[in-house]
């Protein structure tokens, strides 16, 4: 028998965890009582223990961010070891779970949605049963809302969120512009060398983040961080839940129509093009030589390598990852949450969640 | 009539079945017919004089070497020649052959020893009395000691006639036997007593004071004759010496009286050339085209719809099957259920009992006599509820555990599925067999196994598995069906509540016989899962895991009866789909596997299917006990591993 835990509520207030350390590793027999995990809540740092003796599996990562709700680990009984590794991760609660909750009638990855881009389960109070699919209809739908928001230069104090490589080329931008002087610092979990002229303001914990967007150390943020999806979702919610302005920064070396609309928070590098009546969501980020033709819809969060050329009337969801090198017909539709591969020539529409992998068409057969 | 003239009569009928079979013999020289002739000669009389002291009810059952009894006691030579001969007239349709013979309550079958325990069913406790004809080298079978074992615990007014030509094809019977063959009949408490035949008045005497003793319902008797096997095993192939013959036929009654008596003799001449004419005449006739006939298919095939829709009712499976039996009791009075331990209060214990899973309970107190205990005998008492279904009476007989069942294939599959058809028409067996199986529960390898693949595609058999959709009607029911039933009920499924399995992401519909079609609430899917019985159970189970944590949805189709499988219920929701996943508890390569494919053939689809199912031995720890059987877990992974 498996039985699985969910992240719960430490107070009242909480609505994610912060994991921080992991004591334990999957495929570990542990005893009653011992800690797994050392968590933060809104309020307090407090530990999670076994609840009962068997072998755990963890479906978290140290550093992780997590809603309530969310799966954190399960323990399998150690007399059904030999059954199988548990891989598969299946609860036993298909029998006794109550109909009665509010939440019955999500599957269990929808509401692992539903949570993560913080929706109101009221929306689907009308249908039967909720899948991925309605969620990311959902989202897709409030999408479509373009939040054009202001641009860095209307700001006086910015703090990056995340200090990487993403950061990096940003500051070396703004230097070129002599806008640099308004970065007040960078949020990340460790202080990097490289950043020699920016102040480090400490770990991307919600409520430092809010206390010095309260305490006026800042009076818009811009994320940086490219690489790590379910990070810059988190920061995304953040910034919208505290009405934390985000900053739009376009290189004056990039081509933007007049026509276009470009989402708050969105970065477009040097040499990026953004066409006729094109739209970018929030929190976009264009690296240099990406191409979004006319009349293109581009979902919130989503990043693009460089070299991604969109053709005209391309529409893509949310939270999509390209990498770089990539070409898009003409009125090609994607999904949300999908990743496409580097070199890839999309032809066809592409369903949510998928991993895109095309070879490259040739024009001799 | 004085002596003389009867013994007149008795030779003159002895003589008649000398002549056909020696003319028969002689057909199969000719290579004009095929297969086996197994004559009495030598052992006409006995029969002859057997027939004179029966009643019309009483029932007899016959062995591979039965013609002269089959043919003292319905004069159907025509019948019989044109069986073997394979023309028309045959008896049993040119199906049954010359081992496989029925007219009124005589039934003959070529398997040893089993028939013994059909005999002691259909004795009645009344004037009418059963016999069972063995012959000497049938004693080396266990069945047959099962049956005496029976007859005596009952007292049931079985006559055994011991037909001893002291040999055993080609074995002489005593060198194979151990210990005396009277102490064997002594031992179970039957009265035993010996006769010659070759003194005719003494050989009447003691089959009158036999019968009489039986009819008289005293109980069981053994009557031991001592005979004469003049012509080889089968056609031609006797390996004594001709001296040794030439022996036996000085002894023997009919051979002397042939010699002595040139009245017989003429009499015998004509019965010669009248059974010459009689044979070229069936010669000529049309060859029959009888098939052997499968009726429980026609009955899954057929129209007519036999198993009512269940409704749920608030019970558990264990009580809704109490009521089942209760509501079969109080149908009949001629209903019998008999089982190992069933009783309520036996007799010589002071606690209740009721059943090893306490399914009967109270019943043997409600229904005097109409619930009783049997000795630890499945193979004696699946063939005693056979026989006694023959005799009209429905039988339900428990078995304790499914694994026990393999002790009764002989009864289903030698008797129970081939004297439904092998007769050439249909004979009526209003039997059940039900009995728990499945594991879970630590009882390890002989009591935890699935056994319903062991009885699928069975000619004529119903296997019927038990799952929380059933009705209680149904076991009513399935005895008016008038053929064999095995029904499989699960010892996980006892607890549970009717009608208690996740089912709030599908709309149920209930098919013709209780077949069950869940499909998918919410939306269409290619994915259908077939599978029955408690596996049913885990399925849905895995249903709802699969539809909250995968969002994968399916369509579920449960079979109410396994074997014959009609899937026509599923039809429209097969089609539309693509994956078709077998679910079953049983050992995969043996099981339901197999009457699918012929299914989904039969029906023209092309499907994935896939098959999931127990395999090996179930062993009793919990991991081994795990690892053999299937689960919600293995067939969640199975399922979602393969999107």
Redesign the interface.
């Given at each position: 028998m498996?039985k699985h835990y969910f992240a719960e509520k430490n107070s009242p207030s909480d609505e994610v965890l912060h994991i921080h350390e992991i004591f334990v590793n999957s495929g570990d027999k542990v005893k009653s009582g011992e800690v797994l995990f050392s968590a933060e809540g809104a309020k307090a740092l407090f530990d999670i223990e076994m609840p009962e003796e068997g072998v755990v599996t963890l479906y978290v990562e140290a550093g992780a961010v997590v809603p309530i709700g969310a799966k954190l680990f399960s323990i399998s009984n150690t007399?059904?070891?030999?059954?199988?590794q548990v891989d598969?991760?299946?609860?036993?609660r298909?029998?006794d779970k109550s109909?009665q909750s509010e939440t019955a009638h999500f599957?269990?990855?929808?509401l692992e949605l539903v949570h993560r881009y913080k929706l109101d389960l009221d929306l689907f109070k009308d249908l039967?049963?909720v899948?991925?699919?309605d969620v990311r209809a959902k989202l897709e739908s409030k999408a479509k809302k373009v939040e054009q928001g202001r641009l860095f230069s209307e700001f006086k104090a910015v703090a990056l969120v995340g200090g990487g490589m993403g950061a990096e080329v940003l500051l070396e931008r703004l230097k070129i512009s002599s806008q640099s002087d308004k970065v007040r610092g960078y949020f990340d979990v460790n202080e990097k060398k490289q950043l020699v002229d920016v102040k480090y303001l400490g770990e991307p914990f919600r409520d430092s983040i809010y206390q010095s967007f309260v305490n006026g150390k800042f009076d818009a943020m811009l994320i940086t961080v490219t690489s790590n999806m379910r990070f810059r979702r988190e920061m995304l919610n953040l910034a919208a839940e505290f009405d934390i302005p985000l900053a739009t920064f376009i290189d004056e070396n990039s081509f933007v129509c007049k026509s276009a609309l470009i989402g708050a928070g969105s970065i477009i590098l040097d040499s990026a093009r953004v066409g006729y009546k094109a739209q970018l969501g929030k929190n976009v980020f264009l690296s240099g030589f990406v191409n979004i033709d006319h009349h293109c819809e581009v979902g919130e969060n989503s990043t693009f390598g460089p070299g991604v050329f969109f053709s005209g009337n391309v529409k893509i969801g949310i939270d999509n990852v390209f990498g770089s090198n990539i070409a898009v017909e003409p009125g090609i539709v994607i999904g949300n949450n999908c990743k496409v591969a580097s070199g890839s020539v999309i032809t066809r529409n592409v369903p949510s969640a998928t991993v895109v992998k095309t070879k490259s068409t040739s024009l001799f057969r | 009539m004085s002596p003389e003239v009867t013994e007149d009569v008795w030779f003159d009928k002895a003589s008649q079945i000398r002549a056909f079979e020696k003319l028969m013999v002689d057909e199969y020289g000719k290579g004009t017919v095929r297969g086996t002739f197994h004559t009495s000669f030598g052992q006409e009389l006995t029969s002859v004089i057997l027939a004179e002291f029966l009643a019309e009810d009483d029932f007899i059952f016959g062995n591979h070497r039965s013609h002269a009894m089959y043919l003292a006691l319905s004069g159907e030579f025509e019948g019989l020649a044109a069986e073997v001969l394979g023309r028309e007239g045959a008896s049993s349709s040119g199906i049954g052959g010359s081992q496989h013979l029925h007219f009124k309550n005589f039934y003959s079958n070529g398997i040893q020893g089993s028939m013994c325990s059909l005999a002691v069913g259909a004795a009645k406790r009344c004037k009418n009395i059963s016999i069972a004809l063995v012959g000497d080298g049938t004693l080396g079978e266990g069945a047959v000691y099962e049956s005496l074992n029976l007859a005596s615990v009952l007292k049931s007014n079985t006559l055994f006639i011991l037909e001893d030509n002291s040999i055993a094809q080609s074995t002489i019977s005593e060198f194979q036997r151990g210990g005396k063959i009277s102490t064997r009949f002594e031992a179970f408490g039957i009265p035993y007593s010996v006769v010659e035949s070759n003194n005719l008045q003494e050989l009447s005497k003691a089959i009158s004071k036999a019968i009489d003793f039986v009819r008289d319902i005293n109980g069981p008797f053994a009557l031991h004759i001592k005979s004469y096997r003049l012509g080889a095993h089968s056609k031609g192939d006797d390996n004594r010496s001709l001296e040794t013959i030439e022996y036996l036929m000085n002894q023997e009654p009919l051979t002397k009286r042939l010699q002595s008596d040139s009245r017989l003799r003429s009499a015998h001449d004509k019965h010669l050339i009248r059974f010459s004419e009689l044979i070229s005449e069936i010669k000529n006739r049309p060859i029959v085209y009888e098939i052997c006939e499968n009726y429980a298919e026609s009955l899954i095939y057929g129209d007519e719809e036999f198993l009512s829709v269940a409704f749920p009712e608030k019970k558990k499976m264990k009580d809704l099957i109490y009521d089942g039996l209760k509501t079969t009791l109080l149908s009949s009075e001629q209903v019998l259920i008999i089982g190992e331990d069933i009783e309520y209060i036996s007799q010589g214990t002071a606690k209740p009992y009721g059943g090893a899973f306490g399914v009967t309970r109270d019943l043997s107190t409600l229904f005097q006599g109409q619930v009783i205990n049997s000795p630890i005998s499945e193979g004696g008492i699946t063939g005693l509820a056979i026989g006694r279904a023959l005799s009209g009476r429905p039988t339900i007989v428990e078995i304790m555990f499914g694994d026990f069942t393999t002790l009764t294939i002989d009864a289903v599959i030698q008797q129970a599925s081939k004297i439904v058809s092998m007769y050439g028409k249909q004979i009526p067996l209003p039997m059940l067999l039900r009995t728990p199986s499945g594991g879970r529960r630590g009882y390890g390898p002989t009591h935890s196994q699935n056994f319903e693949n062991f009885f699928l595609g069975a000619p004529n058999i119903i296997v019927y598995s038990q799952n929380i959709f059933s009705s209680k009607n149904h076991y009513l029911e399935l005895l008016k069906t008038n053929l064999p039933v095995m029904l499989f009920e699960n010892k996980d499924l006892y607890s549970c509540e009717h009608f208690s399995a996740?089912m709030?992401?599908f709309n149920v519909e209930f098919a013709k016989n209780n077949n069950v079609i869940l499909t998918s609430?919410?939306?269409q899917t290619k994915i259908s899962i077939i599978t029955y019985g408690f596996a049913a159970n885990l399925v849905l189970?895995a249903a709802?895991?699969l539809?909250?944590?995968?969002?994968i949805f399916a369509n579920v189709m449960i079979p109410q009866v396994v074997s014959p499988l009609n899937l026509d219920f599923a039809f429209e929701v097969l089609k539309s789909s693509d994956f078709v996943y077998l679910v079953e508890e049983g050992i995969g390569a043996t099981g339901l596997s197999g009457l699918l494919i012929q299914e989904i053939n039969r029906l023209n689809l092309t499907l994935d299917l896939k098959l999931i199912s127990g395999k090996g031995i179930i062993g009793a720890s919990?991991?081994?006990e795990?690892?053999a059987l299937i689960?919600?877990?293995?067939i969640?992974?199975t399922i979602?591993?393969r999107r």
């Open positions: 498996t007399d059904t070891g030999l059954l199988d598969i991760p299946v609860s036993s298909a029998f109909s599957s269990e990855p929808a039967q049963f899948t991925t699919e | 996740p709030e992401h609430k919410h939306r189970g709802e895991i539809v909250k944590e995968f969002e919990n991991a081994s795990s690892a689960s919600i877990e293995k969640v992974k979602a591993a």
